[in-house]
């Protein structure tokens, strides 16, 4: 399912327009990425939470040189699924 079959399908079942449902789809998605962003911590129940995670500074090797390399350190997204949610993809 790509973000088109996303809204198409909040319209359906949110009985709104496609434009509205498109404009709802993209101010979560929205909010949810500038909240992750700025370090906090977005928890919706039921469904799952999405936080920011730091990664240690690694080492690595480049596959072309096998020359070894330090990954720096960085911030990533990360989503954990909420009990419900796991129960409900167990399920099926």
């Known amino acids: 399912m790509n973000k088109a079959d996303l809204i198409a399908k909040v319209a359906e079942k949110s009985s709104l327009s496609k434009k509205d449902s498109e ?3 993209s101010a979560i ?6 909240a992750v962003a700025a370090g906090e911590k ?3 129940v039921g469904f799952g ?4 995670r730091e990664r240690k500074e690694r080492s690595g090797v480049d596959p072309r040189t096998h020359e070894k390399l330090t990954i720096p ?3 990533v997204p990360a989503f ?3 009990k419900s949610f796991k129960e409900t993809v167990d399920k099926k």
Do not use: H, L, N
């Open 42 to 44: 977005v928890q919706i």
């Open 73 to 75: 350190a960085s911030k």
């Open 29 to 34: 998605v929205d909010a949810i990425v500038e």
């Open 80 to 82: 954990k699924a909420g």
């Open 49 to 52: 939470t999405f936080e920011q």
């Open 23 to 25: 404009k709802a789809v």
